[in-house]
């Protein structure tokens, strides 16, 4: 079976700060791993993806994640944080071969205050 | 491109009814995979389509159903409806299968149940 953490509920920030949210993962084989956002009353967005290859993978906005395979960590990280950037941000796992379901973490709350 | 629709946007119905939910994908994005989202379990997988066949299904009750078109399009239905159906209803799309695509979500369909 395969699960995701996110150990924080709420991550607060200031603007121009540099931001991170955790993900640690459990698959039994090798993951895909994904970070999606939400914004109130919208879907989710992707972000980015680690299918294989650099462990720092760049995605959309600045944000950028990096795949720690030892500690089974997929932490999404941008340089300088944004008031805009507040949302609702989820880590995602599928496990090579489980098809397209997808299993996502409890989310994470990112304030960013100016 | 046009993003992923979901029909309708806002629901309401009472305990006991059914109630059918719809969702177009991104063209040329053959699969389709359905998502429950509510504040005390979170994000959690309904069930996954490709080819009009389902690939996957999550945990959860036969009163949940779905099917997709030849054109890819797709419906859930949930029958006999309880107070504990109501969440946020969000369908993904994407280019298969693999499980390297990454899914895009619409703007979901929220289902209340009185």
């Known amino acids: 079976a395969q699960s995701v953490a996110q150990p924080e509920d709420q991550v607060n920030v200031a603007e121009g700060n540099p931001l991170t949210v955790k993900c640690t993962y459990s698959?039994?084989?090798?993951?895909?791993l994904f970070w999606y956002v939400q914004y109130p009353n919208r879907g989710l967005q992707f972000l980015l993806k680690?299918?294989?290859?650099?462990?720092l993978v760049k995605g959309s906005y600045g944000f950028e994640a990096e795949f720690n395979k030892s500690q089974t960590s997929f932490h999404l990280k941008k340089p300088s944080a944004l008031v805009s950037d507040s949302a609702l941000y989820f880590c995602?796992?599928?496990?090579?071969?489980?098809?397209?379901?997808?299993?996502f973490g409890g989310g994470t709350r990112l304030m960013v205050k100016p | 491109k046009a993003g992923v629709t979901q029909t309708p946007r806002y629901l309401i119905k009472t305990r006991g009814q059914q109630v059918t939910l719809s969702c177009s994908p991104i063209?040329?994005?053959?699969?389709v995979s359905w998502y429950q989202q509510t504040p005390g379990q979170g994000l959690q997988f309904l069930f996954e389509?490709?080819?009009?066949?389902?690939?996957n299904k999550g945990n959860f009750p036969g009163r949940f159903s779905g099917r997709q078109f030849s054109n890819s399009r797709s419906e859930m239905n949930v029958s006999t409806l309880e107070l504990g159906d109501s969440a946020l209803y969000l369908c993904?799309?994407?280019?298969?299968?693999?499980?390297?695509?990454?899914?895009?979500f619409g703007p979901g369909t929220r289902l209340t149940v009185t």
């Open positions: 993904a799309s994407s280019l298969g299968p693999e499980g390297a695509y990454e899914q895009y």
């Open positions: 698959v039994s084989g090798n993951p895909y």
């Open positions: 680690y299918i294989t290859g650099d462990n």
């Open positions: 995602a796992v599928r496990d090579m071969g489980a098809g397209n379901m997808l299993t």
């Open positions: 063209s040329g994005h053959r699969s």
């Open positions: 389509y490709f080819s009009e066949t389902q690939r």
